[in-house]
């Protein structure tokens, strides 16, 4: 006896071309956030396969108290993500251009606020920390704090155009170029630290220059995909962020 009669199933009534559609998006979400875990978490390990495990004393403090400050920064724009889907469902570019601009200039007046600070006093805050315990390897530790500052704020400048991208499910192309970059990233790592005298430092070089790389195409790529005027997208975004800085 078949409890909903009404109800069939067959794959022939599956849309292929949907189903697509529906797991694209997750599907080069997924690939970034590998990209990003390449980025981030293979330090450690070539430091300890290099350096030795003692060297990762001298790394980790000023990547955790990085991490520790970073989602107070990056709230706003991950509450974005239903909005700028809105906007795109809807057709309104207006909208849409009004939260890139918003967002972004929020989010790095929090960044400029936060890890400028951290960068500037990376070496004072590494002293009083970590003087006692490391000796004047605390040095060592301010330079990785100092990175990791740029890093994320490099990461606040992206303001909402992540939001952007993802809610015009339009992240291909930037899955695409952050994975040679990661790679790339751990290559110049490897190198740097077993072929030059920077030792615990010599990760943070690439994975610095890497995200200025990563923000300068994301932020043409946003730039290109809301058809606006560079003069308009600095201005608007970008312009009274770095004054108050």
């Known amino acids: 006896l078949r409890v909903m009669p009404s109800f069939q ?4 009534r599956v849309s292929w071309v949907s189903f697509r559609k529906l797991f694209s998006l997750s599907g080069y979400l997924f690939f970034l956030n590998l990209t990003n875990l390449l980025s981030s978490k293979v ?9 030795g495990p003692a060297s ?12 520790r ?8 724009a991950n509450q974005l993500y239903p909005v700028t889907t809105k906007f795109h469902t809807t057709g309104d570019d207006a909208q849409m251009k009004k939260v890139l601009f918003v967002g972004t200039r929020l989010t790095l007046c929090m960044g400029i606020g936060v890890f400028a600070i951290l960068g500037v006093l990376s070496q004072s805050i590494c002293r009083v920390w970590l003087e006692g315990t490391l000796g004047q390897e605390y040095q060592v530790a301010g330079y990785i704090l100092l ?9 606040a ?9 993802i809610g015009k499910n339009k992240v291909r192309f930037v899955a695409y170029t952050q994975f040679p970059l990661s790679i790339l990233n751990i290559f110049a790592s490897v190198y740097l630290v077993n072929h030059t005298s920077l030792g615990v430092v010599a990760v943070i070089v690439p994975t610095v220059i890497i995200g200025a790389v990563r923000r300068v195409i994301t932020t043409c790529y946003v730039r290109s995909l809301l058809d606006l005027k560079w003069g308009d997208y600095l201005r608007h975004a970008y312009l009274r962020p770095v004054i108050v800085g």
């Open 56 to 67: 990762l004393a001298l790394y980790n403090p000023g990547l955790t108290l990085s991490s």
């Open 157 to 165: 400048a992206a303001g909402s155009q992540w939001p952007v991208m």
């Open 43 to 51: 330090d450690p390990i070539i430091l300890s396969r290099f350096l």
């Open 9 to 12: 199933f067959s794959l022939k």
């Open 147 to 155: 990175g990791w500052a740029l890093i994320d704020l490099f990461q």
């Open 69 to 76: 400050v970073r989602p107070l920064v990056l709230v706003l």
